[in-house]
C-alpha cells in the first residue's frame, strides 16, 4: 500500500515519489482508514491518512490527505 500512496502522491503533487511508510495494509471495506509516514529527503515527516473509498472486486480506491505541517528532521 505504500507504494501506491507514493505514486499517487507523486502523480497529485508533479514530485518524484516519497518516501511512505505505512504500518499495515488497509482491509477493503468502506471507511477503514490507517495513517501513514512520508519522510522528505531532508528527515522530516509528514503524517498521510488514508481512507478506503470503494471497493471494486480486488481493486480498492482509497482517498490520500496529507497533513498540513511537517515534523522537523530528528537531529
Do not use: H
Not at 48 to 57: A, L, Y
Request: glycine share 10%; proline share 7%; with cysteine.
Amino acid at each position: 500500500m505504500a507504494d501506491t500512496v507514493a505514486e499517487k502522491l507523486a502523480s497529485t503533487t508533479g514530485q518524484p515519489k516519497p518516501d511512505i511508510s505505512c504500518p499495515e495494509d488497509l482491509t477493503g471495506k468502506v471507511g477503514t482508514t490507517t495513517r501513514c509516514k512520508l519522510t522528505a529527503s531532508d528527515g522530516s515527516t509528514l503524517g498521510v491518512n488514508v481512507k478506503v473509498t470503494g471497493v471494486d472486486g480486488k481493486n480498492i480506491k482509497f482517498a490520500i490527505q496529507a497533513d498540513d505541517t511537517p515534523s522537523p528532521a530528528a537531529n
